[in-house]
């Protein structure tokens, strides 16, 4: 469980940041990504965390 539950997000946004930040490589994208959503940038860096972790575990799964 991340902080991200403790959001008034709903899943499908929840789901969609999660991607985003996933996805991220540029400086300055998870700034523009908190003001997007309304996030703290900790929150993010766990989600991301999270996120990849999850992907990682699925994958390994499938092989």
């Not at 789901?15 to 985003?20: H, N, P, S, Y």
């Not at 766990?46 to 999850?54: N, R």
Request: hydrophobic share 30%; glycine share 2%.
């Amino acid at each position: 469980m991340t902080s991200l539950n403790k959001t008034p997000l709903t899943t499908s946004q929840k789901i969609e940041c999660a991607a985003k930040v996933v996805a991220m490589h540029e400086h300055g994208e998870k700034t523009q990504l908190s003001q997007e959503y309304n996030l703290s940038r900790p929150t993010l860096y766990e989600l991301e965390m999270t996120s990849e972790e999850l992907l990682r575990q699925h994958f390994e799964l499938c092989e």
